[in-house]
Structures are given as C-alpha cells and as structure tokens.
C-alpha cells in the first residue's frame, strides 16, 4: 500500500520559513515525480513545485525564488523548504507522487496524494 505522510506544517510570521517533509512508503520512490500542491480556504487547489526523477525542479512563478523544492532518495523523502513566507502562503499543503515527467503542474497526473499540512503565516 502506498503511503505519503506530510509533516513540518505549523503558525509562523511574515519572513519566517518552514520546511515540510513527505515520507513515501509503498512505492519505489526514485522513479517518480514528486509535487507539492496547496488549497487555501475558499479556493481551489494550486501546484507550488515539483521534483522530477532527474532533480529537474518546477515552481510557480508565486513561489519562485522563496520555496525550494528537494529529494533524499535514500530516505524515500520529499522536502519543500519556505521561506520568505506571507500570509498568503497560509493553506494546507499536500504531496503527491506521479509516474509522469511532464505536464507536472497538473494535479490530474499525480496517483497517490498525502493528508496535508497545514501552514498557517500570520501578519
């Protein structure tokens, strides 16, 4: 059974940063795409950044240059690592793990998705 369980989630400030980690179990976690998407109350779910099986990364253009978006697949584990946080940020983060290379914006091509985490930036 294929498991991801996201955690790191918590309240931070403006300019804080904070890292979530998703642990994969159940699958062979070298060979997929991995992506972090997020839903905010009221809106509908958005891609932040994906990892490809050859560490080409993908952001959108909202997150650029404050997320960082990293694998250890050694330890079968994705990272997102925030920083510069806004308020705006605030929402529940998800991983998620697709076979797919490409079009990894789309949540359509993810196949097993975590919980969520939720990440609260207070003003």
């Known amino acids: 059974q294929v498991q991801l369980v996201e955690s790191g989630g918590g309240l931070v400030h403006t300019g804080g940063s904070l890292r979530l980690s998703c642990a994969v179990s159940?699958?062979?976690?070298?060979?997929?795409?991995m992506g972090w998407f997020r839903q905010a109350p009221g809106k509908e779910r958005e891609f932040v950044a994906a990892?490809?099986?050859?560490?080409?990364?993908v952001y959108a253009d909202s997150v650029k240059g404050r997320f960082t978006i990293s694998r250890d697949n050694s330890k079968n584990t994705a990272y997102l690592l925030m920083d510069s946080l806004k308020p705006e940020d605030t929402a529940v983060y998800y991983c998620?793990?697709?076979?797919?290379?490409?079009?990894?914006?789309?949540?359509?091509?993810?196949?097993?998705w975590g919980h969520g985490a939720q990440v609260t930036v207070s003003s």
């Open positions: 990892i490809i099986r050859n560490e080409d990364k």
């Open positions: 998620a793990s697709s076979p797919s290379d490409y079009g990894v914006e789309s949540g359509r091509l993810y196949d097993y």
């Open positions: 159940g699958r062979a976690f070298s060979v997929f795409t």
